[in-house]
């Protein structure tokens, strides 16, 4: 992983995952580990954050690391300057960039204008961090990932296409319900179907989401308009109307179920108050594991100290 971007979950092998994941649980178990001193990790942020940054900022200063913000108006990313001339001056400076773009394309004209990893904070396309620290919070949870089954109810957005390929590399079962045209992208259904054949991951995509949820270990949702999408948040919440994780819907799912959502939520939209403020919830432990994981995720990428393994 040393020197490497991470700009979709395909950037990992299922042992690159697997180390991730034991490596964050040693970090989260053992306290602090010092071993990022010097760094520095540039944050170039096109769009709002609250959980992404504060998450990266913590993790790099528990390491020892610093961090530079840098807000969608200081940069004027493709506007005052182009986008390879910021990777190519960031790179001078800093030893990392996770950036939040609205194309998944601003990713990787970064990532080939510079030689030090990119890392992908959120773009339009997938939400890689925010996959693998719940891949954390689901092993945590339930002592195992491969012959789990999560359901995704809502929109196949960035966050469901990072879901959908870690799942699907370790061997999680993955159902999704989305509306008909707002299912993932077929490319990485592709993907991920590729991946389920090597991992045993069963995957399936319904319009129905009882189906999807139906005896589920795990229930995921996502807001129903993402960042970006403003202008189509009456028409969605019309078309997603049926695709509310409510109390009647996690009664399909596995008694012991729980719920995961990456936040921010709207209650009474893709989820209800009661159900993402309930006792299957887990959003919470999902926001603080995003710390934990990207600390792994960090000393990988920036060569920190031989760290224990756990083995799971
Ligand atoms: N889940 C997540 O990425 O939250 P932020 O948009 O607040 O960073
Ligand atoms: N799908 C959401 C995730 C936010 C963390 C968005 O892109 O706005």
Not at 16 to 42: H, R, Y
Not at 169 to 178: K, W
Not at 268 to 297: I, W, Y
Request: hydrophobic share 40%; glycine share 8%; aromatic share 6%.
């Amino acid at each position: 992983m040393e020197g490497k971007d991470l700009l979709s979950v395909s950037d990992l092998s299922h042992e690159d995952i697997q180390l991730l994941i034991s490596n964050a649980i040693d970090m989260k178990t053992a306290g602090w580990v010092s071993s990022l001193s010097g760094k520095v990790l540039a944050l170039l942020f096109e769009k709002p954050s609250l959980r992404t940054r504060m998450s990266f900022e913590v993790a790099m200063r528990q390491l020892d690391g610093h961090t530079v913000y840098l807000s969608p108006d200081e940069v004027g990313l493709g506007q005052r300057e182009s986008v390879p001339d910021v990777a190519r001056v960031l790179g001078r400076y800093a030893d990392a960039i996770a950036a939040r773009t609205f194309s998944q394309e601003t990713l990787e004209v970064l990532a080939s204008n510079t030689d030090v990893p990119v890392i992908n904070a959120l773009s339009d396309l997938e939400h890689p961090c925010q996959a693998l620290a719940d891949l954390l919070t689901i092993y945590e949870k339930k002592e195992e990932l491969a012959g789990l089954t999560l359901a995704y109810v809502g929109d196949g957005n960035n966050v469901a296409h990072s879901l959908l390929l870690a799942a699907a590399r370790t061997g999680v079962n993955f159902r999704i319900a989305s509306p008909g045209g707002y299912e993932v992208q077929e490319r990485i259904w592709q993907l991920a179907q590729n991946y389920a054949a090597g991992s045993g991951a069963e995957i399936l995509s319904t319009g129905e989401p009882r189906q999807a949820v139906s005896g589920a270990d795990v229930v995921y949702t996502d807001v129903w308009t993402s960042m970006g999408q403003e202008a189509e948040a009456d028409r969605r919440r019309q078309i997603f109307a049926g695709y509310q994780v409510n109390g009647e819907l996690m009664a399909c799912a596995r008694e012991d179920a729980i719920l995961m959502h990456p936040l921010p939520a709207h209650r009474g939209e893709e989820v209800t108050e009661d159900v993402l403020d309930g006792p299957q919830s887990v959003v919470f432990d999902q926001a603080e594991n995003r710390m934990h994981l990207q600390k792994a995720l960090l000393v990988g990428m920036l060569g920190g100290l031989e760290i224990p393994l756990t083995k799971y």
